[in-house]
């Protein structure tokens, strides 16, 4: 069973920059595909980043291009997602998500769906004030 476990929310001001770690845990972590999704008040689960096994592969949410930036560091089991240039709109509970395959055909994959996903955190609140 994968644990993850997410920090590095926080209040900011608009315009300031945060970054959010999720700590993997209960698996290899060379074999989990890793997604950040975030969630606001009454909302929907909005997809916001994903990062392939290898690291080699990104995708992010038109919202967020050219200002956060996914990474991983499969020797600390922890992918990142770092922040800049944030905006109210940004407010909301930040999830990190795991989902495991283990073939070698899937190693650059990234998934965008939160359905595609097996594994969850408990998320961390990003409050970003104008």
């Known amino acids: 069973q994968v644990q993850l476990v997410e920090s590095g929310g926080g209040l900011v001001q608009a315009g300031d920059s945060l970054r959010l770690s999720c700590a993997a845990s209960g698996g290899t972590f060379g074999f989990l595909h890793m997604g950040w999704f975030r969630q606001a008040p009454g909302k929907e689960r909005d997809f916001v980043a994903a990062?392939?096994?290898?690291?080699?592969?990104?995708e992010y949410a038109d919202s967020v291009k050219g200002r956060f930036t996914i990474s991983r560091d499969n020797a600390k089991n922890t992918v990142y997602l770092q922040m800049n240039s944030l905006k109210p709109e940004d407010t909301a509970v930040y999830h990190c998500a795991a989902q495991v395959t283990l073939t070698a055909y899937t190693v650059g994959r990234y998934y965008t769906g939160p359905r595609e996903y097996r594994y969850w955190g408990q998320g961390t609140q990003v409050t970003v004030s104008a």
């Open positions: 990062i392939s096994r290898n690291g080699a592969s990104t």
